[in-house]
């Protein structure tokens, strides 16, 4: 009796452990074989380097390049601004903060993390988007800058916390190493500590920069949603995730449109499939 | 020549006393062996010689460590300019993830503004020829660092140590991770470059410090029970713990 109860509660955890991979194969087949239905209508070069699109246009002009380029241009912008702020942040909570301020800091960075990407990006639009407009002076603040900003706040917390781990598990040998040659504390982190952490470092990076692409509310919210080919971080732009929020709802089911959609959706996948591997990569990349 | 002087050291972890009013003197060009049992504080007291204890919380410090007439413990100390005159090499070798050569210059690099390429060479050519490692690794000089074996690496450390040209060799157990020959070979290097340095090392190994010391100090539970020559102490304790000791009626 105990053998057949074991038998069957081993195999519910196979069947829970297959699910995830199974869900995963799915999603992947669904979203191949509505998106690649769009390369019967466009190219793969027109579609991927097209400098228009206007999907409900007669005929239909299918160019995700102004959308490539202004995921791009926001994530650039995002990891300015959240790397030298996020590893310096990481660097103070493990090496320099007193233990009460580093309690405080490392709280106040999870409760960052916790803040729906939405309500940061309503306040964005409330307080950022007008500063942007009066700094620059711009005939509008849904910039690409605007959305940069923004986000280099939600990559944040995922730089800070896995650049922590990284520079914590720098074995405590090398500082003393350095210390003892009479390297001041600085010293030790600049030329010991950051190259002993570099993988974990850059898995950090990749990691915060994976998060970045992927956010749609906020930057829906503030980047200005302008589908044209972005000149300078001033100007409105638009990114792959915010045109399939927008558009799905309206697209219709099985137009070219649709299909589009989902050809973008399947670039999305394969662009952070890719920095997730390279995050992995860094992170079991051994001495 | 007494290069470190301790009057009256007294060093407290938080509440617990690791060091009871030690009082010792170890001289110029010379290896100075400190013995004892685990937990007797040996490694405390070499720490106080470079301060590497400041990075513990809760320490405190009573007493004159004095270096070259020049009491250390004094809070005006520059830690830079002591640590490089007062080097250390660690139980564990720990070179740096970095290349074998970018090891050796590290203490030249921060110590110095503008190094030439030359001077730096030359450093490191001589840094490893003091520690006979110049032959062995002259060709591999960029291969990194971790790659070597621990005896390679612990001599790496002392080579990385002498080119930043300190007085006194701090030594905390620089054998007890090598084997017997490495071991040899070490002791070896300690003994040719004593004309050098002062050289102060921590061991719990016995025969080590009859073999290489010149003057030995044997530790128990934070006090400095009897200090002198290694030939005196191992021939004639002059203290019942210390006969026990080298004995090895416990430890």
């Not at chain 1, 959305?147 to 720098?170: H, K, N, Q």
């Not at chain 2, 003091?130 to 660092?145: G, I, M, Y």
Request: hydrophobic share 50%.
């Amino acid at each position: 009796m105990r053998k057949v109860k074991e038998f069957i509660i081993e195999k519910l955890i196979l069947i829970c452990g297959l699910a995830s991979i199974f869900f995963v194969g799915l999603i992947f087949l669904f979203l191949l074989k509505e998106g690649l239905s769009v390369f019967n209508i466009v190219t793969p070069l027109d579609f991927l380097f097209g400098k228009s699109w206007y999907p409900i246009s007669d005929p239909a002009q299918l160019g995700i390049l102004p959308l490539i380029l202004g995921s791009l241009l926001v994530t650039l912008g995002a990891a300015v601004i959240s790397i030298p702020i996020g590893i310096g942040c990481a660097i103070y909570i493990a090496e320099i903060a007193p233990a009460r301020i580093k309690e405080v800091l490392k709280a106040g960075i999870e409760l960052l993390a916790a803040i729906p990407s939405v309500v940061l990006g309503f306040i964005g639009m409330i307080t950022l988007v007008p500063f942007v407009k009066n700094c620059f002076h711009l005939p509008t603040g849904l910039t690409a800058l605007s959305g940069s900003i923004m986000l280099a706040f939600m990559a944040m917390p995922t730089i800070v916390s896995i650049a922590e781990d990284a520079l914590y598990s720098v074995p405590k040998t090398y500082k003393e190493g350095a210390l003892a040659l009479g390297a001041t504390h600085w010293q030790t982190i600049w030329r010991v500590m950051l190259p002993a952490a570099s993988s974990g470092l850059l898995a950090a990076i990749m990691l915060g920069i994976g998060r970045v692409i992927g956010e749609t509310m906020a930057v829906m919210m503030i980047t200005g949603n302008a589908a044209v080919m972005p000149n300078t971080i001033l100007e409105p732009i638009r990114t792959l995730t915010a045109t399939i929020a927008a558009e799905m709802g309206e697209a219709v089911v099985g137009s070219e449109h649709y299909f589009a959609l989902f050809a973008i959706g399947i670039v999305l996948f394969i662009i952070s499939f890719a920095i997730n591997v390279t995050a992995d990569l860094f992170l079991h990349r051994k001495q | 020549m007494k290069k470190i002087e301790t009057k009256n050291l007294k060093l407290w972890y938080g509440k617990f006393q690791a060091l009871k009013s030690v009082n010792s003197a170890f001289t110029a060009n010379r290896i100075t062996a400190i013995i004892g049992p685990s937990g007797c504080g040996k490694s405390t007291l070499l720490r106080v010689f470079n301060r590497m204890n400041d990075l513990i919380e809760g320490i405190r410090t009573e007493g004159e460590v004095v270096i070259d007439n020049e009491n250390i413990l004094d809070s005006k100390t520059d830690l830079v300019v002591l640590r490089k005159k007062v080097g250390m090499v660690f139980q564990r070798p720990n070179p740096f993830p970095l290349s074998i050569y970018e090891n050796i210059v590290f203490g030249e690099k921060i110590h110095v503004d503008h190094v030439s390429k030359e001077s730096l060479d030359e450093i490191v050519e001589r840094s490893l020829k003091d520690v006979l490692l110049w032959d062995e690794l002259k060709d591999r000089l960029k291969e990194p660092a971790l790659r070597l074996s621990l005896e390679q690496k612990q001599r790496l450390c002392i080579a990385r140590l002498i080119a930043v040209k300190p007085d006194v060799l701090l030594m905390d157990e620089p054998c007890s991770t090598l084997d017997p020959q490495s071991t040899s070979r070490v002791e070896e290097l300690m003994r040719e470059l004593k004309n050098k340095y002062t050289i102060i090392i921590v061991t719990h190994n016995m025969q080590q410090a009859a073999r290489v010391s010149d003057d030995t100090g044997f530790m128990l539970l934070g006090e400095l029970i009897e200090f002198g020559q290694t030939h005196n102490i191992f021939t004639a304790p002059k203290d019942k713990r210390t006969e026990d000791y080298i004995t090895g009626r416990y430890g």
